[in-house]
């Protein structure tokens, strides 16, 4: 998972390839740290074709203006640019997994 540090890499990053994910949170979020193992193993278990980024909102303080981040975690999987799913706060993984494996099952099977 690629750490991002400056708005700039945001960008460039949600743009560089068709299917990215971006992992956001603080440096003091509980839930955050407990959560990322668990949704970095599902993404290199079940998505491996799919960009993993990570930000931290203390270092790209930016990011909530930019992508309307209110709370933290906050995951969001771009396809081709564009926001398709997002969770945020209280992630339920299981029900994440289902969402993704839909998009990632069309994408990969056209």
Do not use: W
Not at 20 to 31: A, D, G, H
Not at 90 to 105: G, L, M
Request: glycine residues 4%; charged residues 25%; aromatic residues 10%.
């Amino acid at each position: 998972m690629k750490e991002l540090t400056m708005l700039e890499e945001v960008e460039e990053f949600i743009g560089a390839s068709d299917f990215n994910f971006l992992y956001i949170s603080r440096t003091n979020c509980s839930v955050c740290h407990a959560l990322l193992p668990q949704i970095k193993d599902l993404f290199e278990t079940n998505f491996p074709l799919v960009n993993l980024g990570y930000v931290n909102t203390e270092r790209v303080e930016e990011i909530a203006g930019q992508l309307s981040v209110f709370t933290v975690p906050v995951l969001i999987l771009f396809l081709d640019g564009k926001e398709l799913i997002r969770e945020a706060r209280f992630v339920h993984v299981e029900k994440f997994k289902e969402n993704i494996s839909k998009v990632y099952r069309m994408i990969h099977e056209s």
